[in-house]
């Protein structure tokens, strides 16, 4: 249902039945939080994405390549390049997708060399 409306553009729907789900107990997985970082994202939800950051690291899902993409690609929509920066290099493996969204989102973060070939 999460991943759902956030990829129906209803981040906030997607953010009340997140919060429902802790009150009842339930764990999510690193799918859920993925998408729920994604509705953050849409929604420029900064502190809730920073709160889903923290979700990520207290259940160990930071090794979990949708989870991390989903964390950079937030923090670069809710303009905190550092936060992107730091997302991006704490990565295990970076990825096509990765680069993705490092490229569309925040080309300063990119090696002076490889900016120059994006922007052309």
């Known amino acids: 249902m999460i991943t759902a409306l956030s990829q129906?553009?209803?981040g906030e729907g997607a953010i009340k039945l997140f919060m429902e789900m802790l009150?009842?107990?339930l764990e999510p997985d690193p799918f859920v939080l993925s998408s729920l970082l994604n509705a953050c994202a849409s929604l420029s939800a900064y502190e809730q994405g920073k709160q889903v950051h923290a979700h990520l690291i207290k259940r160990q899902f930071m090794s979990d390549a949708f989870a991390g993409n989903a964390l950079v690609y937030t923090y670069a929509k809710c303009g905190s390049i550092e936060d992107a920066e730091l997302a991006?290099?704490?990565?295990?493996?970076?990825?096509?997708v990765?680069?993705?969204f490092i490229c569309k989102t925040s080309p300063q973060l990119?090696?002076?060399?490889?900016a120059h070939q994006v922007t052309i």
Not at 88 to 96: A, I, K, N, T, Y
Not at 110 to 114: D, Q, R, S, T
């Open 110 to 114: 990119l090696p002076k060399e490889i």
């Open 23 to 25: 009150r009842k107990g």
């Open 8 to 10: 129906c553009d209803h």
């Open 98 to 100: 990765s680069w993705k």
């Open 88 to 96: 991006f290099s704490s990565l295990p493996e970076r990825g096509v």
